[in-house]
């Protein structure tokens, strides 16, 4: 028995290694076709046209469906090619050069306006119930005492503009946060304003990320008691474009 030789000539560390080493290639390989599902626009650095059929193992990713919960059908990825380019953009000087926006740039589409076409439906949370609801439409949602309770406040633009006062809280059930404040705004009708963008005082709101007046050109939602995905995704663009092109000013270089 003292001669029993099990592995020979075989050096077992360098096997392990080159077993390793081939994983973990394979596992590169599969992350990247993979992440090729998240939309992220494949195109030529030097022609601009989009790289997506024979683009190589690295660049494409197999189609692939998901079924959604609550018998909402099924999605397939990738959707490259399924979305239509901005069409309020002027057009590119060359390759590598960046849209510009026509008309307002809040509502563009493009740069930091830019929003994904996602379902034009309410987010759910696990009993398939809107998420985000008014605050008036579930008694069990209120402010603390120890809070400023901004309703009835003024609510001011970044130009010391008044547009409006809140009327509402819009409240994330599933998290207990408020997500967006509704404003009825000083010329008629109401906008929600996301509540990241939002400085709650004792006696008024103030929204550093676009002025008085922009605040009433937010976009509104085709329901007074309910949000959709979609219609999430666009406010949000309008608002974060604000911190860029409110004003002449902010979208100047520092230097």
Not at 166 to 191: H, I, N, Q
């Given at each position: 028995m003292?001669?029993?030789?099990i592995v020979?000539?075989?050096d ?6 080159y077993a ?5 290639l ?7 076709r993979?992440?090729?599902r998240?939309?992220?626009?494949l195109e030529?650095?030097i022609?601009?046209e989009?790289e997506w059929?024979d683009?190589?193992?690295?660049l494409?990713?197999?189609s ?14 990738p959707t490259?090619?399924r979305?239509?380019l901005?069409?309020?953009v ?7 050069t ?13 740069g930091?306006?830019?929003w994904a076409?996602?379902?034009?439906r309410p987010?759910?949370d696990q009993?398939?119930?809107?998420r985000?609801v008014p605050a008036?439409l579930?008694?069990?949602l ?8 901004p309703?009835g406040?003024?609510?001011i633009g ?5 547009a409006g006062?809140v009327k ?5 059930r599933?998290?207990s946060?408020?997500r967006?404040?509704?404003v009825e ?6 906008v929600?304003?996301p509540?990241?963008v ?5 006696r008024?709101v ?5 002025t008085?007046?922009?605040i009433?050109?937010?976009?509104v939602?085709?329901?007074p008691?309910?949000i959709?995905?979609?219609e ?7 608002f974060g474009a604000?911190?860029l092109?409110?004003?002449a000013a902010r ?5």
């Amino acid at each position: 028995m003292s001669n029993v030789i099990i592995v020979g000539g075989l050096d077992v560390a360098e096997l392990a290694f080159y077993a390793f080493f081939l994983f973990f290639l394979g596992l590169v390989v599969y992350l990247r076709r993979e992440d090729r599902r998240e939309g992220y626009p494949l195109e030529n650095d030097i022609t601009g046209e989009a790289e997506w059929a024979d683009a190589g193992i690295l660049l494409t990713a197999p189609s692939k469906s998901f079924k959604l919960p609550f018998d909402r059908g099924t999605v397939s990825t990738p959707t490259i090619g399924r979305e239509p380019l901005p069409v309020n953009v002027s057009a590119r000087v060359h390759s590598g050069t960046p849209f510009e926006p026509l008309g307002n740039p809040l509502t563009s589409g493009v740069g930091p306006a830019s929003w994904a076409p996602r379902s034009d439906r309410p987010d759910v949370d696990q009993f398939n119930r809107p998420r985000i609801v008014p605050a008036r439409l579930d008694e069990h949602l209120f402010v603390s005492p120890g809070d400023t309770d901004p309703r009835g406040l003024p609510v001011i633009g970044l130009d010391d503009v008044i547009a409006g006062t809140v009327k509402d809280l819009w409240v994330d059930r599933s998290e207990s946060v408020v997500r967006y404040l509704e404003v009825e705004l000083t010329a008629g009708g109401t906008v929600l304003v996301p509540m990241p963008v939002c400085e709650i005082r004792r006696r008024r709101v103030l929204i550093d990320a676009v002025t008085g007046a922009q605040i009433a050109g937010s976009p509104v939602t085709a329901s007074p008691d309910q949000i959709t995905l979609l219609e999430e995704e666009k406010i949000q663009a309008y608002f974060g474009a604000g911190y860029l092109w409110a004003t002449a000013a902010r979208s100047e270089p520092l230097l």
